[in-house]
């Protein structure tokens, strides 16, 4: 009963607001005509029914690893725009660009460090990875599985936030 009313009020103050916006606004069939419809249409059909789960509209693609470069201003002076080709065209010339994502962040931290990149699964660090490093990655890594020791950070325990 509640949600029905609910329904009936967002069908009568989208109709406002459709009327309202469309006073004034470009003839039919322009970009921003059917934008706004399409926009209008959707929100009409997620309304309908009540036991519809709303869910995002974009589809995620699944990756078998996600790569995270710093792009943070001492890693970009250390070499980390170098490092991200490097491993882009690495990824590419072995066919693995579909199955690895590479996103560029702004700072990861531990600068003095640099370029830092930062792996998952399962969450490996290697800190001033240079593009020569990085066939050595792709391989043992993110083909074979298995961090490579010798340029992987060392990770410190955590601190137990409750202090005794």
């Given at each position: 009963?509640?949600?029905?009313?609910?329904?009936?009020?967002?069908?009568?103050?989208?109709?406002?607001?459709?009327?309202?916006?469309t006073?004034?606004?470009p003839?039919?069939?322009?970009?921003?005509?059917?934008?706004k419809k399409?926009?209008?249409?959707?929100?009409?059909?997620?309304?309908?029914?009540?036991?519809?789960?709303?869910?995002p509209?974009?589809?995620?693609?699944?990756?078998?690893a996600?790569?995270?470069v710093?792009?943070?201003?001492?890693?970009?002076?250390?070499?980390?725009?170098?490092?991200?080709?490097?491993?882009?065209?690495?990824l590419?010339?072995?066919?693995?660009?579909?199955?690895?994502?590479?996103?560029?962040?702004?700072?990861?931290g531990?600068?003095?460090?640099?370029?830092?990149?930062?792996?998952?699964?399962?969450?490996?660090?290697?800190?001033?990875?240079?593009?020569?490093?990085?066939?050595?990655?792709?391989?043992?890594?993110?083909?074979?599985?298995?961090?490579?020791?010798?340029?992987?950070?060392?990770?410190?325990?955590?601190?137990?936030?409750?202090?005794?």
């Amino acid at each position: 009963m509640i949600y029905s009313a609910y329904l009936e009020l967002s069908g009568k103050i989208k109709n406002l607001f459709v009327e309202s916006t469309t006073a004034g606004s470009p003839g039919p069939g322009s970009e921003e005509e059917i934008s706004k419809k399409k926009k209008s249409k959707k929100a009409s059909e997620r309304a309908i029914d009540p036991n519809t789960p709303m869910l995002p509209q974009a589809k995620v693609r699944d990756y078998e690893a996600h790569v995270f470069v710093c792009k943070g201003g001492d890693c970009k002076k250390r070499g980390s725009k170098e490092t991200r080709k490097a491993l882009k065209e690495e990824l590419r010339e072995r066919k693995m660009n579909r199955d690895v994502r590479v996103d560029s962040v702004d700072c990861l931290g531990l600068c003095k460090h640099g370029p830092n990149v930062v792996v998952y699964p399962p969450g490996s660090w290697y800190l001033g990875l240079e593009p020569e490093d990085v066939p050595e990655v792709v391989e043992q890594h993110l083909e074979g599985g298995e961090p490579v020791g010798h340029l992987a950070a060392e990770l410190r325990p955590r601190r137990d936030k409750r202090r005794k």
